[in-house]
C-alpha cells in the first residue's frame, strides 16, 4: 500500500478560507454503501438521516491560542507552537528557528516572559518551561495566537476564536480544532434530542502532528504522532446501552473513531473485547485493512490528499467508494477541510 495511492486532485479554490457565517449552513454528503447513489444534503438534514435511539459521539475537546513568538538571547527571531500542556508550567511544543536551540537556553517571549528549553523530546519536539505571569493555560488565552492550518493562507481574526471552536468545547489542550464538529450549533442539537438522538463526549486533543505529511511511501512504515485521549465510563454506558438497545454509534470526526478505536483495542487486550473507560496516549493508526469496531456510521470533513485521516475514512467505507465521493465532491464544488463541507458514511469492506 503505497502513500501515493491516498492522492487525489483538488483545485485551490475548493479550500475553505473561512466560516460560512451559519455553522449549520455546511453541505452534506451522504455516502451509503455501494450501490446506493450519493445523495446532496446540508447538515440540517441530519436529524432525518438518524433514528430515535442513535447516539451521537463528539469530541469536547477545546483548542488553545498555541502560537506564540520571541527572540533567542542572540536576537535571533523564534516561533513556539505547543503541542501539549504538561502541567506546572511546562509544554511540549515545535520550534521555528534557525539554529538548533541550546538547552538551558532563554526565549524571550514577545507578549511577556520567559521560556526555558529543558530537553529535546523526540524528532522535532522541544520541552519548556514557561514563567509567565500566570497558569500556562490562562495566559495563554490573552497571549497566544490561534493556530490556524497551515492551508488557510490568512491570519486569524476576531472571528477565528469562536468559530474555530465547536459549541461544546470544554477540555483545554488540542492545537487543532475536531473539525467535524464545527457543523453543530444548538439549535441543531435540539433538533437531534427532538429526534430522540442521544448525545455524548470523548476527549481527545488533537496535535499538531494531524497537520504532517506522511514522509514514507510505504503506507505501513509511518508512525504516527502520539495524542492524549479520554474515553470515560459514562460514554462507554450510553455505547452498550445504545448497542442492547439496536441503536447505531456515529462518531462526529476521525478523532471520535481514533479515540475509540484506541479504547476498545486496550479493552480487548485487557478485557476479552468489551469497551472499557480508557485514558493516556494513543499512537493508533487506522488504513485499509483494519475492521473498526467501535462506531457504525462516521460524519467528518473532506481531509488532506495523502493524509492518515483520508486512510482512516478508507478503512471504514472502503477506498473505492470514498475516492468515488471526493471525485462527486469536486465536481459538486463542495467546500473542503477545516472550515469545509461534511459527509455521512456508512461502512463498507475496504477494497484497497
Known amino acids: 500500500m503505497k502513500t501515493s495511492d491516498f492522492n487525489y486532485e483538488l483545485p485551490a479554490a475548493l479550500i475553505a478560507q473561512a466560516p460560512l457565517p451559519e455553522r449549520s449552513a455546511s453541505r452534506l454528503l451522504l455516502v451509503p454503501p455501494a450501490p446506493a447513489q450519493f445523495a446532496d444534503l446540508g447538515i440540517r438534514d441530519l436529524p432525518s438521516l438518524l433514528q430515535p435511539g442513535d447516539l451521537l459521539v463528539f469530541n469536547d475537546t477545546r483548542v488553545i491560542p498555541a502560537r506564540l513568538f520571541g527572540h533567542k538571547a542572540t536576537g535571533g527571531r523564534v516561533e513556539i507552537m505547543i503541542e501539549r500542556l504538561q502541567g506546572g508550567g511546562r509544554a511540549l511544543a515545535q520550534l521555528g528557528v534557525s539554529k538548533p536551540p541550546q538547552v538551558g537556553s532563554r526565549i524571550a517571549l514577545d507578549a511577556g516572559g520567559r521560556a526555558e528549553v529543558l530537553e ?93 505529511p506522511v514522509r514514507v511511501d510505504d503506507v505501513l512504515q509511518h508512525r504516527m504522532h502520539s495524542e492524549w485521549l479520554s474515553v470515560g465510563a459514562d460514554l462507554v454506558e450510553q455505547v452498550r446501552r445504545t448497542r442492547a438497545a439496536g441503536g447505531r454509534v456515529i462518531a462526529v470526526g476521525t478523532t471520535v473513531v481514533r479515540a475509540l478505536e484506541s479504547a476498545w483495542c486496550k479493552s480487548e487486550a485487557m478485557q476479552g473485547g468489551e469497551l472499557q473507560p480508557f485514558e493516556g496516549d494513543t499512537r493508533i493508526f487506522i488504513y485499509p485493512g483494519y475492521r473498526i469496531r467501535s462506531v457504525d456510521a462516521l460524519l467528518t470533513n473532506f481531509h488532506l490528499p495523502e493524509s492518515t485521516l483520508l486512510m482512516l475514512v478508507s478503512a471504514f467505507a472502503g477506498k473505492s467508494r470514498v475516492f468515488a465521493a471526493y471525485e462527486h465532491a469536486v465536481r459538486e464544488r463542495y467546500r473542503f477541510f477545516s472550515y469545509g463541507d461534511a459527509m455521512l458514511l456508512f461502512p463498507q469492506e475496504s477494497d484497497a
Open 120 to 212: 529535546r523530546v523526540g524528532d522535532g519536539f522541544w520541552a519548556l518551561h514557561f514563567d509567565v505571569v500566570e497558569p500556562l493555560e490562562d495566559w495563554l488565552q490573552h497571549a497566544g495566537q490561534l493556530p490556524l492550518p497551515p492551508y488557510i493562507q490568512r491570519p486569524p481574526g476576531a472571528d477565528d476564536a469562536e468559530r474555530y471552536q465547536t459549541v461544546f468545547a470544554r477540555e483545554i489542550g488540542a492545537v487543532a480544532a475536531p473539525t467535524a464538529g464545527l457543523h453543530f450549533d444548538e439549535t441543531l442539537l435540539d433538533a437531534l434530542r427532538a429526534r430522540g438522538v442521544e448525545l455524548g463526549h470523548i476527549t481527545l486533543h488533537v496535535g499538531a502532528g494531524t497537520f504532517q
